[in-house]
Each structure stands twice: as structure tokens, then as C-alpha cells.
């Protein structure tokens, strides 16, 4: 029995929200992750606060291996209403 694939809805929704990654979507979906990136501009939805907050923590953890980049140096800003996330390198 083949399993059937997800819509590409859903795992848009689930992507927004965090739940999986690019990668993982685009294997879910049978397409090149470039294509996956395609479709979600494409979408116009928007990352949930919790893809910005594991992206906030990423990004932290990264600044710390950087010789360029001390954490004090890093700034990474959250606007929960308009859900952007800005980096800056001071």
C-alpha cells in the first residue's frame, strides 16, 4: 500500500508553525527544497512566533562559534505583533 502525500497546505500550516523544517517539508512534498521555498513565497503566509523563537535561538547558538561575532555583539530582535525577525552584528 503507497501512502499517500500531504496536501500542500498542510505542511505549509505546518512549516508556519514550526513543526518542521524546509527540508522536511520538501521530502514530505516530493519536490527540490528551492521549489518548497518557491511555493511558500508564493503562499504569503507568515512564520508562527514559534519558528521566530527556535530562529532567535539558532541564531544565538551560531554567534557563539563565530570568531567575528561575540554574543554581545549579536543583536536579534522579535516583534511578536508583526512577527519579523531582525539580526544585526553591532
Do not use: H, Q
Amino acid at each position: 500500500m503507497t501512502r499517500r502525500k500531504p496536501s500542500l497546505n498542510k505542511v505549509l500550516i505546518m512549516y508556519a508553525k514550526g513543526e518542521i523544517t524546509a527540508c522536511t517539508a520538501a521530502e514530505m512534498l516530493g519536490i527540490p527544497l528551492a521549489k518548497f521555498y518557491e511555493l511558500w513565497a508564493e503562499s504569503g503566509m507568515t512564520l508562527g512566533p514559534e519558528w521566530a523563537k527556535d530562529l532567535m535561538d539558532e541564531l544565538r547558538r551560531l554567534s557563539l562559534k563565530k570568531p567575528f561575532a561575540r554574543p554581545s555583539e549579536v543583536v536579534i530582535e522579535y516583534a511578536e505583533l508583526e512577527g519579523e525577525v531582525s539580526v544585526a552584528v553591532a
